[in-house]
């Protein structure tokens, strides 16, 4: 049996961005999900991912310039 490993990538800042009307993400539910999974220690089970700042290339690979 081969267990597979959860990545996992949490960035507390999250809540001090506005993604703009209509966005799909909401960084108030991405954070109450984040608390969710350390109030039931599912962090403990999960593969931290590093945190890195991206640069625009990277970014406009998945956005627009916009």
Do not use: C, W
């Not at 799909?24 to 962090?43: C, F, N, S």
């Amino acid at each position: 049996m081969v267990r597979r490993r959860v990545g996992y990538f949490y960035e507390s800042e999250i809540g001090n961005f506005h993604l703009g009307r209509g966005h799909p993400m909401k960084p108030h539910r991405v954070r109450l999900t984040h608390e969710l999974v350390v109030a039931y220690q599912l962090d403990r089970k999960l593969q931290p991912l590093p945190q890195g700042r991206l640069i625009s290339s990277e970014l406009t690979k998945f956005h627009t310039d916009e």
